[in-house]
């Protein structure tokens, strides 16, 4: 009897100071809540899945940005894109290199230990490319001849074109550090050299272009790696 | 952020992306390929217009026929953009008792000019001339380019007297 005793003494006290051991523990968890701030370095996804589904696009972009403040994060973009306009009456090719840099403010209220964005980002966006004419048409109402279909090879090289873009997105952290993000863009464009008697279809970075308009779309999907420097 | 607003937010923006594709239909009305604008007047009295009766036109080389027989005082034909010349008959009363054809060859050169993504490129044609094959019996007395370089169709490019 005494030793039964002495036997569920030892199992309470072995119980008493697991407890205590667990509570010092979650005491120390639960006292940081200081954020993350570094750099977060990725690729957008989109660019190589279209490389790999359509035959006439290349196309690879980096993304990065830097926390600086509780919402405000320095941002960019640079990459390098091919693509092949076929229009009915037009065939043209657009290669060349991007950049785009600006920040994001993110807009979302994260709870404690969570660090997800919703952000609204704006960039400045340069690029140098070279345009290709490749096959056109004359366009002729009166049908009396046959078509006049032209194949040539025209090219115009060292063009420029900057624009203002502005995005909206959300970077969800999905494993410790890794994020994936999707965001939209609208651009409007500040300068562009055209080509003599022709016009750039497509502008790397930029997309595709509209007669009588400067504006232009795009978007992308991104997954991005976090690298803490510092917590705050 | 529950994972289904995520998924939400994604599907969203996936919309909004690919809804933004604007149609590239070459409209009805853009400036195109200029026709040559001829007009015939009277040798007497070179301020009037004369029509010609039952004139028709073709292609040298063309079995088909482009316009008439009808009788008009003005033709509005087009030109080869893929050549620098182009070479018509002109049939005067088409049909009729006093037949009578004239080689006519236009001389140019095609310049191509960017329209837009849609439509392309169009045409316009510099240093017009024009020349009437003789054949002893031509019903084309004059011809004149009044225009050198054609790009649109508003005014008579050339006239011929007859």
Known sequence: MKQQLIFILLINLGFHSSAIFAQQAQAVDTVDVREKYGLRVGIDLSKPARTFIEKDYQGLELTADYRLYEDIYLAGEIGNEQNVISEPNVTAFSKGSYIKLGGNYNFYENWTGMQNLIFIGARYGFATFSNELREFSIYDRDPYFEPDVRTEDREYSNLTAGWLELQLGTKVEVLNNLYLGVHVQLKRMVNETEPTNFDNLYIPGFNRTYDGSSVGVGYGYSISYLIPLYKK | ?162
């Open chain 2, 1 to 162: 952020m529950n994972r289904f607003q995520k998924w939400l937010f994604l599907a969203g923006f996936i919309f909004v992306a690919l809804g933004c594709q604007k149609d590239d239909i070459c409209p009805e009305g853009t400036e195109t390929t200029p026709l040559l604008v001829i007009e015939f007047y009277d040798p007497l009295d070179p301020t009037r217009l004369k029509a010609v009766p039952n004139l028709m036109v073709r292609a040298s080389g063309k079995e088909e026929v482009l316009l008439g027989p009808s009788t008009v005082n003005t033709v509005s034909i087009p030109l080869r953009t893929d050549e620098n010349f182009t070479e018509y008959v002109f049939t005067y009363d088409s049909g009729g008792d006093e037949e009578n054809e004239d080689v006519v060859s236009f001389t140019y050169s095609p310049d191509p000019q960017y329209l837009n993504r849609a439509c392309g490129f169009k045409v316009n044609y510099n240093s017009l001339d024009v020349a009437v094959t003789g054949d002893g019996d031509n019903w084309i007395l004059s011809e004149t380019v009044l225009q050198e370089s054609v790009e649109n169709e508003t005014t008579a490019h050339i006239y011929f007297t007859h």
